[in-house]
């Protein structure tokens, strides 16, 4: 042939400024291309030779990445099928014609993974390069070399040369803005970044080795790919061992996986991979060792949101499917019909095989069970289906450290658990010890309690209490041990109003202040050796303030104080000798105060009913007026007198505080003075 010159075949008046700017965000990414065309001609060639198309020899068929940095130039070889000046023509000069997908569409079911898809890859070299050339020398018979070249402007040249060997050389020659490229040490990264699976080997500088006190080149050549990684073999070939090491060669330095599971789909459409269940040491610490998309081996992205379910963030890995576009946009990944199926396969096929561990091997599941329940409760609170499969294999522990499916559990307690109301009461601890009295009430009574300490506890209790019918959660201290679970109506201790006011002012009066905490004073009347009082914190207050603690939103509760129940005991023998000796010494001096203020009372009563229309005349509200402060003023009074009363009872501030205790929540001077009282008291 003679020297060509031509216009590059594009539709809009010039493409290159498009391609450098907008189609990939990141110039890095030209290499993945380059290295992907060459693999994609290497893997062709075998192809057609394994169909007798090809009968010459195939020969060392690598890629190999070459720096030159004198020259100036990076350059991407391969022995590949090579090209013919009307294949340039036809896949170079033509831009976003695709010679993948032709090819693709003539050996359909055999042509081994062919990575192109748009017929923009080769163009991304433009980020990078002020001027790129091609030279090569297409597999067929009587093919003369040829020599492509361009600046980046829509003018090419192409003319015949003389190389000698099949395949195709790029030779890039980088500008000025992008000089890195011509370091050893960048291209070595950025292989092993998106090229470390890639099926052809990818040969890259030389193997090093130590002498004379450096890292010195040997003249080996050194390959940067596995061109077998584990996910594109079958399962009946790994050992565990296989599936391990294949883990810590993607994330060094993790402790080994707690399972892992083998995705292998072809229909409908093709997906393989690993994925690993990772032991995960703190909180959600799982930003950096994330899930790799790939597609043919060749690496894409490890932000995968949207390709997996939003809870499988959690697992590690990587997922292969050329059914995930290489190089578009995120939002496109979301709404590609594609990925959403590839997503609910991913759901779908992670809870059966965690069905089967579970049913295989159920020690081993309960062993590792703590490890993996923030995942699985994480994914039951997020997607309904998982949700769904995942009722079979989920465990609740108890405080004996036993294990039981939903379905154990509610065998188990729902004789002695079922309140008034038939709701199957599970009780339950968020801290074990902290709540170690209450789990003992609970367990002497033939109760089971559940350790719910995770960090999503408070929401999957939720979830379990809308799944399970006619269930209640109940945390262990949230009321007395009998009235946790109500099995008849509740009962208060009988006592007139009278002494019930008495008795509620004296206690309350010697509450300490608790920051931030409130509390309501009630009057029970339990078993003699309980304890004489008791602090419980409400269900729905508690796990409301939990909630707005996790979510911002709900600041409304979060800003209330912590209420707390103080309930004392009638039953037992030193309320008895208090409320005996408040009956004797202070009852009566306070008997003719309530004699008055209920005169009061009943002359208000009969002011206010004999008013017309509700209104009353201006001397009759004078009257009232002076009449509800009398009665203030008694009141005041009587709250002195019991004050007085109680300060010399020092039994009333030592029940309190041993309860407070018991919670934790007597601290400072408060702690001090109960324990100087408790010394005075002996
Ligand atoms: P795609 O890979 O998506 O087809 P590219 O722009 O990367 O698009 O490449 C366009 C076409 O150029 C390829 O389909 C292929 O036919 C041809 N091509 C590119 N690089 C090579 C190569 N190293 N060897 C042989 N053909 C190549
Ligand atoms: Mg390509």
Redesign the pocket.
């Known amino acids: 042939m003679s020297t060509q010159k031509g216009k590059i075949g594009v539709t809009t008046e010039n493409i290159f400024p498009v391609i450098k700017k907008f189609l990939y965000s990141d110039h890095e990414i030209f290499l993945r291309?380059?290295v992907?065309?060459?693999i994609?001609?290497t893997q062709?060639l075998k192809t057609l030779s394994s169909f007798g198309e090809f009968k010459g020899e195939l020969g060392e068929m690598n890629v190999k990445v070459t720096v030159d940095e004198k020259a100036g130039t990076l350059t991407?070889s391969?022995h590949?099928?090579?090209?013919t000046a009307e294949?340039i023509e036809k896949?170079?000069n033509q831009i976003a014609f695709?010679?993948?997908?032709e090819?693709l569409a003539k050996y359909k079911d055999n042509a081994n993974a062919i990575?192109?898809?748009?017929?923009?890859?080769?163009?991304s070299a433009f980020m990078v390069a002020k001027k790129v050339e091609i030279r090569?020398l297409s597999y067929k018979e009587g093919s003369e070399a040829v020599k492509w070249e361009c600046d980046g402007s829509p003018e090419y040249s192409m003319e015949p040369t003389d190389k000698k060997e099949r395949?195709?050389d790029?030779i890039l020659y980088i500008d000025d803005e992008n000089k890195k490229f011509l370091q050893q040490s960048e291209i070595d990264m950025l292989l092993k970044k998106y090229c470390r699976f890639l099926p052809v080997p990818v040969i890259s500088g030389k193997e090093q080795e130590w002498k004379d006190g450096k890292m010195t080149d040997t003249d080996k050549d050194k390959v940067i790919n596995i061109t077998e990684p584990t996910w594109t073999k079958k399962p009946s070939e790994l050992t565990e061992e296989d599936y391990k090491s294949f883990y810590h060669e993607l994330y060094p330095g993790q402790e080994d996986p707690l399972f892992w599971i083998h995705l292998n789909v072809d229909y409908p459409f093709t997906l393989t991979g690993v994925l690993f269940f990772p032991k995960i040491k703190n909180n959600f610490e799982i930003t950096k060792n994330r899930i790799q998309l790939y597609c043919n081996q060749v690496y894409v992205t490890d932000s995968v949101e949207g390709v997996v379910p939003d809870f499988m963030m959690l697992l590690q890995g990587v997922i292969d499917s050329p059914d995930i576009p290489l190089n578009v946009s995120r939002s496109y990944l979301q709404s590609d019909t594609a990925v959403k199926k590839i997503s609910g396969y991913i759901t779908k096929k992670v809870a059966s095989r965690l069905e089967e561990i579970f049913k295989n091997d159920r020690a081993d599941y309960e062993k590792k069970w703590d490890d993996i329940r923030i995942f699985i409760e994480y994914g039951m609170l997020t997607d309904e289906k998982f949700c769904d499969a995942a009722m079979k294999f989920t465990l609740l522990k108890d405080t004996e450290g036993k294990y039981y499916t939903l379905d154990e559990y509610r065998t188990l307690i729902s004789t002695n658990q079922t309140d008034k109301d038939g709701n199957v009461v599970y009780l339950y601890t968020t801290d074990p010890i902290a709540q170690y009295s209450y789990i003992q009430a609970a367990t002497e009574k033939g109760y089971d309690v559940l350790v719910m300490d995770g960090q999503l506890d408070s929401h999957f209790i939720g979830l379990l209490e809308s799944k399970i019918e006619k269930s209640r959660f109940v945390r262990v201290d949230s009321d007395v041990i009998d009235n946790l679970i109500l099995k008849s109506e509740r009962k208060t201790a009988e006592m007139s109003s009278e002494t019930r006011e008495m008795l509620s002012s004296l206690f309350r009066n010697q509450i300490p202040k608790v920051e931030k905490s409130e509390f309501i004073v009630s009057f029970e009347s339990l078993s003699s050796d309980s304890n004489p009082v008791l602090i419980t914190q409400n269900e729905y207050m508690r796990r409301m303030k939990d909630m707005a603690a996790m979510q911002p939103g709900m600041s409304f509760y979060g800003e209330l104080p912590d209420s707390y129940n103080l309930i004392v005991n009638m039953e037992s023998p030193v309320i008895k000798k208090i409320s005996e000796s408040a009956e004797k010494e202070l009852a009566p001096s306070l008997a003719p105060l309530n004699k008055e203020i209920s005169e009061n009372n009943n002359k208000i009563k009969e002011i206010r009913d004999g008013a017309k229309d509700g209104k009353l005349e201006s001397d009759k509200e004078a009257e009232v007026k002076a009449l509800e402060d009398a009665t203030a003023a008694k009141r005041a009074e009587e709250e002195k007198l019991i004050n007085e009363f109680g300060s010399n009872q020092p039994l009333v501030k030592q029940t309190i505080d041993l309860a407070l205790l018991a919670n934790g929540l007597l601290k400072g001077s408060e702690l001090n003075d109960f324990i100087k009282r408790s010394v005075s008291l002996l």
Do not use: P, Q, R, W
Not at 80 to 83: K, L, N, Q, T
Not at 98 to 101: D, L, R
């Open positions: 291309e380059l992907s065309n060459a994609d001609a062709k991407v391969d590949g099928i090579g090209m294949d896949y170079i695709s010679g993948a997908e090819f990575i192109g898809h748009f017929g923009l890859g080769f163009y090569s395949g195709t790029i």
